[in-house]
């Protein structure tokens, strides 16, 4: 069974940085793509992030150049490097196989101002 677990959200001030983390279990097909979203409350969900098997790298306008994917080298576990961050991005941020469709338990980031 495919499993998507996140972690690494928390507070963080303004200005301030964060790397939140989602280990990625299951068919290899599966995760062969793999996208972060957000949902800040009372916002539509939004993509964020995408990285490919192949190390491709898509970016959301609001956050190219202060967001970096990554994976390990494995590519068991998916990274969100967050810079800058400014009390837009306080959210729900969520872990997604690109394909298949499971979506992590999502980790909280909250920026204060």
């Known amino acids: 069974q495919i499993q998507v677990v996140e972690s690494g959200g928390g507070s963080v001030q303004t200005g301030g940085s964060l790397r939140l983390s989602c280990a990625v279990s299951g068919a290899e097909y599966c995760t062969h793509d793999m996208d972060w979203y957000r949902q800040a409350p009372g916002k539509e969900r939004e993509f964020v992030s995408r990285?490919?098997?192949?190390?491709?790298?898509t970016y959301a306008d609001s956050v190219k150049g202060r967001f970096t994917i990554s994976q390990d080298n494995a590519k068991t576990i998916v990274y969100l490097q967050m810079n800058n961050l400014s009390a837009d991005d306080t959210a729900m941020y969520y872990c997604?196989?690109?394909?298949?469709?499971?979506w992590g338990q999502g980790t909280l980031v909250i920026v204060s101002s």
């Open positions: 990285i490919s098997r192949r190390g491709e790298r």
């Open positions: 997604k196989t690109h394909w298949c469709d499971y």
